[in-house]
Structures are given as C-alpha cells and as structure tokens.
C-alpha cells in the first residue's frame, strides 16, 4: 500500500518569505512523487514529479522538491512567495513500474500575506 | 495542444435522478481517469479506462460507473443520487495506464439536492 501524508492544512507566509510545504510517504517500492496545485474552481495542475532520477526536482513557477529517502520525505519548496501562489497544494504518490494508481494527500491550503 | 475538456462545468440535480458527465482526453492520450474531490474525503479514485475498458476501480458503490469510447473520450454515470454525491468530479489522462504523469481537466462541480 502506499500513502501520502501532508503536515499542516493551512499554512501562511508573508508576500517574499520561504515557502515550505511538508509531504511524507509511505510505499513499499520505490515510488513516484508528484506535487500537484489547484486554484479555486480549477482542476488540478502538476507543479512537479520524481521519477528516480535527480532527487532534487524543478518544477514551474519556481517551485523544486527533494526526495529524501532517509526522511521518506517530498517537501515542496519556493524561495520567496508570490501572491499568485496561495492554492490548494497536493502531494501525491504512484508505484513505480507496471500498472500506476496515484494516491493523493489530503492537501495544504498556502494563504500568501502582503 | 487543448488540454482535457470536461463537460458540463457545473450541474445541479435532485436526490434520486441520474447524471452523465462527460471528458475528453488531450489528442493522442488514451487512458482516462476519474475521482471525486470532496472537502471531507479529499480527492478518490474512481476508475481508470484504457482501449474502452475499465483498468481499475476504486471503492465506490455500483451506482458509479464509467465507459469509454474508441476515440478514448470517457463518461461516468451517477445513477440515484444521494446528497453525498456532491463534489467536483476530476478527469485525468495519460498516454498509456503505465504512465505516472496525468493532466486533470477542471472538473464537473455536482450539486444534489
């Protein structure tokens, strides 16, 4: 079985400050990790994904996550937030190989304060 | 490229009636995805189709099911609906089923009354 779990449903930042959104997962094979954001009324948008390659990830909008095996961690994070960036944020894992189901967390609201 | 299309946008019905929601996968994807988003139980895997034909099924009650078609559109259907069916209904495709990346369409938002 594999599962995502995301640490905090809400978090704030001020408009410029680090942005970090905390994920940890939970698989029994090496897993795929994605960090999908969603905007009020809007389906889903991939910010990022790891695949086994690089363990530190670059995403759109200036966004990058690092897999931490030793942590079974996939925190995303953006050096200086962007008004733009409050969403809904979420976490979610694939098995690698063969068939793929994705599990997602259960999301972090970012709220962006100027 | 259009990205995936689902339609209609939002849709209000009452207890007990039926709905089909509709998707089209970007050109060239041929598995499609469905989930439920709710604030309570987040996002769920409904069902997975590929070359018209149901993958994979989540834990969701018979009145949930889906088709595809051969030019790899999918629908779901929603037969008796119960207040609990109320959510925004996501669509995904993907290439292939072995393909972890999905691109999600901007959902179907069902209001049962």
Known sequence: AQSVTQLGSHVSVSEGALVLLRCNYSSSVPPYLFWYVQYPNQGLQLLLKYTSAATLVKGINGFEAEFKKSETSFHLTKPSAHMSDAAEYFCAVSRSGGYQKVTFGTGTKLQVIP | ?113
């Open chain 2, 1 to 113: 490229k259009a990205g995936v299309t689902q339609t209609p946008r939002y849709l209000i019905k009452t207890r007990g009636q039926q709905v089909t929601l509709s998707c089209s996968p970007i050109s060239g994807h041929r598995s499609v995805s469905w989930y439920q988003q709710t604030p309570g139980q987040g996002l769920q895997f409904l069902f997975e189709y590929f070359s018209e034909t149901q993958r994979n099924k989540g834990n969701f009650p018979g009145r949930f099911s889906g088709r595809q078609f051969s030019n790899s559109r999918s629908e779901m259907n929603v037969s008796t609906l119960e207040l609990g069916d109320s959510a925004l209904y996501l669509c995904a495709s993907s290439l292939e089923p072995g393909d972890v990346t999905q691109y999600f369409g901007p959902g179907t938002r069902l209001l049962v009354l």
